[in-house]
């Protein structure tokens, strides 16, 4: 597969209209307060060209539909993006969407714990997306 880095205004972006993965509003609310503090994105999309239908010629979210939509709303003009030019059928664009979700890998407790109460400031503390009382359920 061919893959290259492109900088692209993320409403121009055709986001899924399927996704299997979901985030609270208050999971949201944290990436698109990330994204606001950062003033960009962190980890890439993933996008692939449409060859054919009514988004011919546009890029579709395969990966990152969240965070391409926490840009747009906190005004982003541009996103740095992974894409692909590469004519990929639906079933390989739905295993690619499926597979970014579900290959995730897992934390180990202790040292996710270990790391996180290394951070003193309770800003970034927010920004990890953790909190003392999920720690406190990982110790159980």
Do not use: W
């Not at 906190?74 to 979700?101: F, M, P, R, W």
């Amino acid at each position: 597969m061919n893959i290259q880095v492109v900088e692209i205004n993320p409403r121009e972006i055709v986001l899924l209209e399927e996704n299997a993965r979901y985030m609270t509003h208050e999971e949201f609310n944290r990436l698109v307060d990330n994204v606001r503090r950062d003033g960009q994105l962190s980890s890439t999309p993933f996008l692939c060209l449409e060859h054919n239908g009514p988004d011919k010629g546009k890029y579709k979210c395969l990966s990152g539909n969240h965070r391409t939509k926490a840009a747009i709303e906190v005004g982003l003009e541009k996103i740095i993006c992974l894409v692909t030019d590469d004519e990929l059928s639906e079933e390989q664009k739905i295993a690619i969407q499926l597979s970014h979700n579900s290959i995730s890998g897992q934390d180990d407790p202790a040292t996710l714990k270990a790391l996180y109460e290394k951070i003193l400031d309770t800003d970034l503390k927010k920004y990890s997306g953790l909190d003392d009382k999920t720690l406190e359920l990982l110790d159980k």
